[in-house]
Nanobody
Framework: QVQLVESGGDLVQPGGSLRLSCTAS????????MGWYRQAPGKQRELVAT???????NYSDSKKGRFTISRDNAKNTVYLQMNSLKPEDTAVYYC?????????????WGQGTQVTVSS
């Protein structure tokens, strides 16, 4: 099992910045990728960004240039730096980890952290 704990969500004004953190614990040795997803009220959960164990990143097109995902392997932590935040970035942000066990890829999710962008 993998446990994910997110932090960093907050209320921020438009144009502001936030950094989210997600720390993994448990059976982390087979985690092949981690990432961030978000879900706004009334909408489906959507990809924000992912990063593989080798450091390869992938972003949703609309997040490129404003959001940056990174990881600190020594701390088992992945970060999401969010700049130039807009009201439409308001959502619950969820951390995700994908763990490979044999031939099975399993998803794990954190509890979510609320980001609210409002003046």
């Amino acid at each position: 099992q993998v446990q994910l704990v997110e932090s960093g969500g907050d209320l921020v004004q438009p144009g502001g910045s936030l950094r989210l953190s997600c720390t993994a614990s448990g059976s982390i040795f087979s985690i092949c990728a981690m990432g961030w997803y978000r879900q706004a009220p009334g909408k489906q959960r959507e990809l924000v960004a992912t990063i593989t164990s080798g450091g390869r990143t992938n972003y949703s097109d609309s997040k490129k240039g404003r959001f940056t995902i990174s990881r600190d392997n020594a701390k088992n932590t992945v970060y999401l730096q969010m700049n130039s935040l807009k009201p439409e970035d308001t959502a619950v942000y969820y951390c995700n980890a994908q763990r490979l066990t044999g031939a099975t890829l399993k998803d794990y999710w954190g509890q979510g952290t609320q980001v609210t962008v409002s003046s």
